[in-house]
């Protein structure tokens, strides 16, 4: 600013200017040069005023902003949690609440205000994931964000993803390829909570992020051989199940010891089934729908089956013990059955691999049998948490080497027990995820005699405002042990 005393020298000066001026030019010629004299003096002083100012504010600007670091935009997570967390993720059943019947699975809050601190620096709990060291979200490195893994659409992500469970959101309600980006350049960018760097114009790509299945390569010449259900569509807003028998390409009895499935990301489960009466078998090679379009069901599609492999885990890979091995006889025929959520107005798509590896008869000392064990009498009241228990019995000696489980998404717990005999009570297997179930082997078997047997004990949680019952739709629910024994 200038000076009280840098005023005065500059007045005293202008004065005697004009006291020399007042001597030698008439009162015009005077009058004139004192107003132009004072103007160049004033335009000089408000330049300087100005220039002054305007560096007090910048250096005020530049000490604000060093200060408090204020952001220049919006955080970016803010807009995640608003247009992703919020709409897809922290929803009833999903991640909004303890009471979610995953809750105990998963363990994640996607809720405002507790989103951040659930994902940034935690750990996966994924088993696959946990092993690979993965953080939920990992700052700077979105490949080891198990975050990304979950709801990426890119084909192969990852060399173990097939272990990493299904795609989020559950149930065929897709993220956008926009949205998917911003959360991955979010995470290049920090992962911070109030950065606001990354370009909101992202989500202008609203192409659906559905990935394409990766081919599975069938067994080598010899060793086995594939069975495919070929591309499908699932309608928006629709679940579509379909059934499709194929004959196995066998042309002399086989032994299978290893079983390989795959499908899309937006699959509820797939299950290879034989047939109880050979008399009664459907046409080959042709789609069978169990809903009709209007949504109304076909159960005439369900009879005639029993249990070979499969479930809701989609993408599985499992190998008998050894010395342990299906029979099948030429052209077998076989029913596969796959079943897809869409939940978006997109038309999405639904393909399935399943490849059989056979080994020599040589080496096959037990044939393997499956365990289809249902418990249908279950009836779950609505805002309600029931546990049903059912005893199976065996009328013969049976040595089981694997047990796994199924439910649909109100299945909070799968507990199989053993039932009568030395062991009797004894906790064999425990399930707490729905969606992944665990496929356990007892390289010493499980022996039962006849009049022994297992127990299953499942709890349910509806959080739902209907009374939920046994059923073949993803709403219903189902209670049923799968396994192997000889």
Request: charged residues 15%; contains cysteine.
């Amino acid at each position: 600013m200038v000076s009280a005393m840098e005023w005065s020298a500059v007045a005293k000066m202008n004065v005697e200017r004009i006291s020399r001026l007042n001597g030698s030019l008439c009162y015009k010629e005077r009058r004139f040069r004192l107003h132009s004299l004072l103007l160049i003096r004033m335009r000089n002083l408000y330049f300087i005023f100005f220039l002054i100012a305007g560096f007090s504010v910048f250096l005020g600007s530049c000490e604000k902003n060093a200060g408090t670091n204020e952001p220049t935009a919006r955080p970016s997570f803010d807009i995640i949690q608003e247009k992703i967390l919020n709409t897809s993720c922290a929803i009833s059943g999903c991640h909004s609440s303890t009471a979610d019947p995953g809750f105990s699975q998963h363990g994640l809050l996607l809720t405002s205000g507790k989103s951040y601190a659930a994902l940034v620096g935690a750990a996966a709990k994924n088993g696959a994931a946990a092993a690979l060291g993965l953080k939920l979200v990992s700052p700077r490195d979105p490949e080891n964000s198990f975050l990304i893994h979950k709801i990426t659409c890119e084909t192969g992500h990852h060399a173990t993803a097939s272990n990493f469970g299904a795609q989020m959101p559950l149930g065929g309600t897709f993220l956008t390829k926009g949205q998917v980006e911003f959360i991955r350049k979010w995470i290049i960018n920090g992962a911070s909570a109030t950065d606001g760097s990354v370009n909101e114009s992202l989500f202008n790509d609203s192409s659906v992020c559905q990935p394409s299945i990766e081919p599975l390569a069938p067994p080598p010449v010899g060793a086995g051989f594939q069975l495919k259900i070929d591309p499908f569509d699932v309608p928006p807003q629709f679940e579509r199940e379909v059934f499709i028998r194929k004959n196995t390409p066998n042309l002399s009895t086989s032994y299978v010891n290893r079983i390989q499935l795959r499908g899309m990301s937006n699959s509820h489960h797939l299950v290879v089934y034989t047939f109880r009466d050979p008399a009664l078998l459907p046409q080959s090679n042709v789609l069978r729908d169990l809903r009709n379009s209007n949504g109304t069901l076909n159960p005439d599609v369900l009879q005639n089956h029993i249990y070979m492999t499969g479930g809701s885990e989609t993408n599985t890979d499992y190998t008998f013990p050894p010395g342990v091995a299906f029979q099948l006889e030429p052209n077998t025929p076989l029913d596969l059955n796959a079943h897809y959520f869409n939940r978006t107005n997109f038309t999405l798509k639904g393909e399935n691999y399943i490849n059989f590896y056979t080994v020599p008869a040589s080496s096959v000392q037990h044939v393997a049998k499956t365990l289809d064990l249902n418990n249908t009498s279950i009836s779950i009241p609505a805002g309600q948490r029931r546990t049903f228990t059912r005893t199976f019995t065996v009328n013969e000696v049976m040595r089981v080497i694997m047990l796994t489980s199924h439910t649909h998404k109100l299945g909070e717990n799968f507990v199989i027990k053993i039932a009568g005999g030395p062991r009797n009570g004894e906790v064999v297997y425990t399930n707490t995820n729905w969606e992944h179930p665990l496929y356990v082997s007892f390289p010493n078997p499980i022996v039962l005699q006849p009049g022994q047997g297992l127990t299953s004990e499942v709890t349910y949680y509806n959080n739902t405002s209907k009374t939920v019952n046994f059923g073949l739709t993803s709403e219903d629910e189902m209670n049923i042990i799968f396994g192997y024994y000889y």
